[in-house]
């Protein structure tokens, strides 16, 4: 069974910059978009933006034009680029391989703090 885990969270300033990194076990069966949610302390989950098979990629309007998904040509691996943080983006945040079923890390955390 597949396992993914994110990493790279962790305590930044105002404006800093975070890469996180989620990295699967092996490769999804199915697969056609891998996905970064983010869950902040008494909040819903939300969608933060994804990175088709293709290369398509979509983000929720607060952050599109300081994140980037990106992802390794095998499909095992998909990062998350964020610059310019600000303290809203503070929460878990959390990779979704989707393929014929959904796979699910279990988070690592962002906070933006000064």
């Known amino acids: 069974q597949v396992q993914v885990v994110e990493s790279g969270g962790a305590l930044v300033q105002p404006g800093g910059s975070l890469r996180l990194s989620c990295a699967a076990s092996?490769?999804?069966?199915?697969?056609?978009?891998m996905r970064w949610y983010r869950e902040a302390p008494g909040q819903q989950r939300e969608f933060v933006g994804e990175?088709?098979?293709?290369?398509?990629?979509r983000y929720r309007d607060s952050v599109r034009g300081r994140f980037t998904i990106s992802t390794d040509n095998a499909k095992n691996t998909v990062w998350l680029q964020m610059v310019d943080l600000i303290p809203a983006d503070t929460a878990v945040y959390y990779c979704?391989?989707?393929?014929?079923?959904?796979?699910w890390g279990q988070g690592t955390q962002v906070t933006v703090s000064s």
């Open positions: 979704n391989f989707r393929g014929v079923r959904d796979v």
């Open positions: 092996g490769t999804v069966p199915g697969i056609y978009a």
């Open positions: 990175i088709t098979t293709s290369g398509a990629t």
